[in-house]
């Protein structure tokens, strides 16, 4: 579900949406005599399918794509939220390139706006805890808060090929 909120909120902020979420698209009807469990088989099947095509979106989008440990967690009062809501910010230490290379200077993440289904901008790094390692996707220069585009936690990668390259890269030394 994170994954399709920040989804949601990736496209209301490329597009320039208004600050309502969309509701979700309806399930397919199921096919004449097809059982209950083969409908939802069916529909799990082709939701899993665009997820894996999202993730493959946002691999070819990036000039870079790397993973980024979480070294410490704050909060900041951001100008188009409520003056009274504080929202979380990260502090994030690039640890392997999966895509692309760069300095392996230190970036904050926060939230950068709010919709009426919650605050998008960051990805679900902005959530973590200290020590996590989140996927970060970089649409051109260095990881910034204005050039990471989105950010997954391994846990959440669907995408096979995603998935092998993070394993490849949590299984030896990172050289960095």
């Known amino acids: ?6 989804t949601i909120a990736v496209a209301a902020s490329i597009t320039g949406a208004a600050n309502a979420c969309p509701p979700p698209p309806p399930p397919p009807l199921p096919i004449p005599d097809e059982s ?15 997820l894996v095509a999202l993730q493959h979106q946002w691999w070819d989008a990036s000039q870079s794509v790397l993973l980024a440990r979480v070294e410490r967690r704050d909060t900041v009062r951001l100008r188009d939220f409520d003056p009274n809501v504080e929202a979380p910010r990260v502090l994030l230490r690039p640890v392997h390139w999966l895509k692309g290379s760069g300095p392996s200077r230190r970036f904050r993440l926060t939230y950068t706006g709010m919709l009426s289904c919650g605050p998008y901008g960051g990805g679900e790094a902005v959530d973590g805890a200290v020590g996590e390692v989140f996927i970060v996707f970089v649409g051109e220069g260095r990881p910034r808060q204005e050039s990471v585009f989105i950010s997954l936690a391994p846990a959440n990668v669907v995408d096979p090929e995603l998935r092998e390259r993070v394993a490849q890269a949590t299984s030896r030394p990172s050289g960095r």
């Open 36 to 50: 209950s469990e083969a409908w939802q088989a069916r529909v799990a099947a082709e939701a899993q399918a665009s």
């Open 1 to 6: 579900m994170r994954i399709i909120l920040a």
